[in-house]
C-alpha cells in the first residue's frame, strides 16, 4: 500500500468515528427558543419559507459568528450571546444539497426561492434530521440545518449554553466588506 492510500485509511477510520458538532449562537433572550425552530414564525430563511420551522447551525464556532453577524451591527455584538453545541450522533445520516444543482445566485441577498424549496421540500419529506448545505458567505465551509420534527432529534445531544464574546476589535471591521464576501 502506498503512502497516500494509508493515509486515506487512517482519514476514513478516524472519520467513521467521530461525532460531528455543529453550533448555533443566538442572543440570551432567545435561549429558550433557538432549538425549536421558533424563527420560522418571523419569515423565510435562506432555505425555508415563513412557517417552516428549521435550525440553522454551522459547521465551526467561526462560521456561525459570521452568519450572525452578517445579520446585525457589530456594535451590538457585546454580552447578550450565547453559543450553543449539539453534538450529532456518529450514525446519523446527513442529506447534503447538490451544491451543481444550485441556481448561479444562490449567494444573493435576498436569496432565490428555489432555495426555500428545496429546505421545505427536505423538511416535508423527513428522510434525515440534517441537511448540509453551502455557506452564502463563505462557500467552501457548511451550514446545516436541523429539523426539530424529524423523529431522530431528540437524540442530538445539546449541551448547555455557553457566554459568547468577540474580541472588541471586531468593531474595525466594515460590515459591508462581510456581506460582499
Not at 432567545?30 to 432555505?47: M, V
Request: charged content about 15%; overall charge positive; proline content about 7%.
Amino acid at each position: 500500500m502506498t503512502i497516500l492510500g494509508l493515509l486515506y485509511v487512517l482519514y476514513k477510520i478516524g472519520n467513521c468515528c467521530m461525532n460531528l458538532t455543529v453550533w448555533r449562537i443566538s442572543h440570551k433572550k432567545y435561549i429558550n427558543i433557538a432549538l425549536i425552530g421558533e424563527g420560522c414564525h418571523c419569515g423565510k430563511g435562506r432555505w425555508n419559507s415563513k412557517g417552516t420551522a428549521l435550525i440553522y447551525t454551522s459547521a465551526t464556532l467561526s462560521l456561525a459568528a459570521l452568519e450572525t453577524l452578517v445579520y446585525m451591527e457589530i456594535e451590538n455584538f457585546s454580552n447578550i450571546f450565547v453559543s450553543i453545541s449539539l453534538k450529532i450522533p456518529d450514525n446519523f445520516p446527513i442529506k447534503q444539497v447538490n451544491e451543481s444543482l444550485l441556481p448561479h445566485n444562490w449567494r444573493d441577498n435576498p436569496s432565490p426561492e428555489a432555495l426555500a424549496s428545496i429546505g421545505d421540500q427536505w423538511f416535508t419529506s423527513k428522510t434525515t434530521v440534517l441537511l448540509r448545505v453551502p455557506s452564502a458567505i463563505i462557500p467552501q465551509e457548511y451550514n446545516y440545518l436541523i429539523n426539530p420534527l424529524h423523529p431522530d432529534f431528540e437524540k442530538i445531544s445539546i449541551a448547555p449554553p455557553q457566554p459568547f464574546t468577540l474580541d472588541r476589535s471586531i468593531k474595525n471591521i466594515d460590515k459591508n466588506l462581510l456581506t460582499r464576501l
